[in-house]
């Protein structure tokens, strides 16, 4: 195991999902207790459901703080998120919201990296499931990718937990790479909230969320570190760990290209 660059994460923002009860007094809290202002606001987006007579807001993305001491900006950043699909309508965020209990919780961190594609590399050779390819976001200058959940494996119900990984002011090389890539996908600005959403919705309503790894490899890595307290843990095992998800990654992708074969 080896640090590498494209480890040195920081807190980009953070998904905070509310009951539609609570998302008005959040947003006032927000203005009046964090003192966001109106220049604060990132985003905000509105539903259109079929049937619809009047618009919801279905997020807004709030700054509640930065930092202009570096070539990349240091923002806090929370977006706010409530179900706003009619009551007889699939919603994954009420799901969420249903299975986790209470009246709200927090859905997912976005975690910046020097190196969005060298850490994608790193994770899906060892058995990283990710919900969506890198994308690239030209009006806000990043590119970003979204992992599966993190759950127990054969869990009766999805976590409602996952991550995001971005980079911001990606290169001119980086982007033409992207461009030539054989998975690119473009969501700009007003699409990438609304894509990411229909492929949560897409999940739920089948049932069942990819998991951050898969069951198969999660029960493997249990397996080799039952008995032991995390103190017990030792480097040596952990390389161990790490070769058994190299060895099932590398062999699920030989089967992937068999089948398409």
Same mark, same amino acid.
């Given at each position: 195991?080896?640090?590498?660059?494209?480890?040195?994460?920081?807190?980009?923002?953070?998904?905070?999902?509310?009951?539609?009860?609570?998302?008005?007094?959040?947003?006032?809290?927000?203005?009046?207790?964090?003192?966001?202002?109106?220049?604060?606001l990132i985003y905000e987006k509105r539903s259109n459901w079929p049937g619809q007579k009047k618009q919801s807001s279905m997020t807004f993305a709030a700054r509640v703080g930065s930092e202009s001491n570096s070539k990349t900006p240091n923002q806090a950043i929370i977006a706010v998120v409530q179900p706003t699909e009619p009551a007889k309508q699939s919603s994954h965020v009420r799901t969420m919201l249903k299975n986790r209990g209470g009246s709200c919780h927090w859905q997912h961190i976005a975690l910046r990296t020097p190196d969005l594609i060298g850490f994608h590399r790193h994770s899906v050779e060892r058995g990283v499931n990710f919900i969506t390819p890198i994308l690239k976001d030209a009006e806000d200058d990043l590119i970003q990718v979204f992992s599966g959940e993190w759950m127990m494996p054969g869990a009766?119900? +999805? /976590? &409602?937990?996952?991550?995001?990984?971005?980079?911001?002011? +990606? /290169? &001119?090389?980086?982007?033409?790479?992207?461009?030539?890539?054989?998975?690119?996908?473009?969501?700009?600005?007003?699409?990438t909230f609304l894509g990411l959403y229909g492929e949560k919705e897409k999940e739920y309503q089948k049932g069942k969320a990819v998991p951050f790894i898969d069951d198969a490899l999660a029960k493997r890595i249990s397996a080799k570190l039952k008995g032991l307290e995390v103190f017990e843990i030792e480097d040596a095992l952990l390389d161990e760990v790490e070769a058994d998800m190299l060895d099932y990654a590398a062999k699920k992708r030989k089967g992937k290209a068999a089948a398409a074969a």
């Open positions: 195991m080896k640090k590498q660059p494209f480890h040195n994460f920081v807190v980009d923002h953070m998904t905070f999902l509310v009951e539609p009860d609570l998302y008005k007094q959040t947003y006032a809290l927000f203005r009046i207790v964090f003192g966001v202002s109106r220049e604060d009766a119900k +999805p /976590s &409602a937990t996952f991550f995001e990984f971005v980079q911001r002011d +990606p /290169s &001119a090389e980086l982007l033409k790479q992207l461009e030539t890539a054989a998975n690119r996908e473009a969501w700009f600005r007003d699409k």
